[in-house]
């Protein structure tokens, strides 16, 4: 079940909506000023790590794009 995240362009609140299908109708509005124009915005999430097999650790790297700020995160993994 996907969560998708949206940005109204209108008030700029944030807001969640889950889908328990692709084929599912839902109104699409902000739920708080009811308009209908948002953006999609790609999910922060939270994650914790401890060192992968190697020793590598989990790194991230912040810089500065056109929404604000964007970070990258390097997780290590089953090759590490």
Known sequence: MPIY????LQC??????LL???DEQVE???PQCKSENFE??????????????????????????SSGSCTTYDLPGHGD
Do not use: D, W
């Open 20 to 22: 328990m299908n692709s």
């Open 28 to 30: 699409m509005c902000c």
């Open 5 to 8: 995240e949206f940005k109204c």
């Open 40 to 65: 999609r915005i790609i999910s922060t999430t939270h994650y914790s790590m401890a060192t992968g097999a190697s020793g590598a650790r989990p790194s991230a790297q912040t810089r500065t794009c």
């Open 12 to 17: 700029s609140h944030v807001f969640e909506l």
